[in-house]
T-cell receptor, first 116, second 118 residues
């Protein structure tokens, strides 16, 4: 069975400092992994995804994530936080349903706060 | 143009009422979904349709009935609303994966519909 665990429910950083949001996954086969961001009272926006190509994935807004099979991790990083990065971040693993559709399994979310 | 649009964005209604949330996607995708986000921000799939055919039904009470008149629309009708139905409901869509599977296909979400049952 597929699952993801987000290790921190809250992360607080200062503006201009690095961001690290941790995610570990469990999958019985090669997973597809995603990071989505949700700003307050907004929908879900895709930041980046891993689908068995390059293990270092670059996304929007300066975010990137590295797929590490040996550690079953897919941590999200950004070199320098901006105030606008304050949001809820979801690590997600995808499960396929016979080709026609897939099912996203969400982590519990990490709330990122950025202090001025 | 909004890729996945859902209406209404906010809905406050009384227990026992019946309400619908509409969703449309203009991405030409074959598959559409409904996800529910509870008060603790946990997101879980409810339904998935592919070309108007129900694919996933995640043990949702039968008071919830999705309807897909065509592959660009997936509406959610809820009968006899209960307090516990208060949540944010997200519509989403993705492209059919075909033989290689849809596992890596991006799912695009709408802005959400905030339902409050009082």
């Amino acid at each position: 069975a597929q699952s993801v665990t987000q290790l921190d429910s809250h992360v607080s950083v200062s503006e201009g400092t690095p961001v690290l949001l941790r995610c570990n996954y469990s999958s019985s086969y090669s997973p597809s992994l995603f990071w989505y961001v949700q700003h307050p009272n907004k929908g879900l926006q895709l930041l980046l995804k891993y689908t068995s190509a390059a293990t270092l994935v670059k996304g929007i807004n300066g975010f990137e994530a590295e797929f590490k099979k040996s550690e079953t991790s897919f941590h999200l990083t950004k070199p320098s936080a901006h105030m606008s990065d304050a949001a809820e971040y979801f690590c997600v693993v995808s499960m396929n349903y016979g080709g026609a559709t897939n099912k996203l399994i969400f982590g519990t979310g990490t709330l990122l706060a950025v202090q001025p | 143009d909004t890729a996945v649009s859902q209406t209404p964005k906010y809905l406050v209604t009384q227990m026992g009422n019946d309400k619908s949330i509409k969703c449309e996607q203009n991405l030409g995708h074959d598959t559409m979904y409904w996800y529910k986000q509870d008060s603790k921000k946990f997101l879980k799939i409810m339904f998935s349709y592919n070309n108007k055919e129900l694919i996933i039904n995640e043990t949702v009470p039968n008071r919830f009935s999705p309807k897909s008149p065509d592959k660009a629309h997936l509406n959610l009708h809820i009968n006899s609303l209960e307090l516990g139905d208060s949540a944010v409901y997200f519509c989403a869509s993705s492209q059919d994966g075909g033989l290689r599977g849809a596992k890596g296909n991006t799912i695009y979400f709408g802005e959400g519909s905030w339902l409050t049952v009082v």
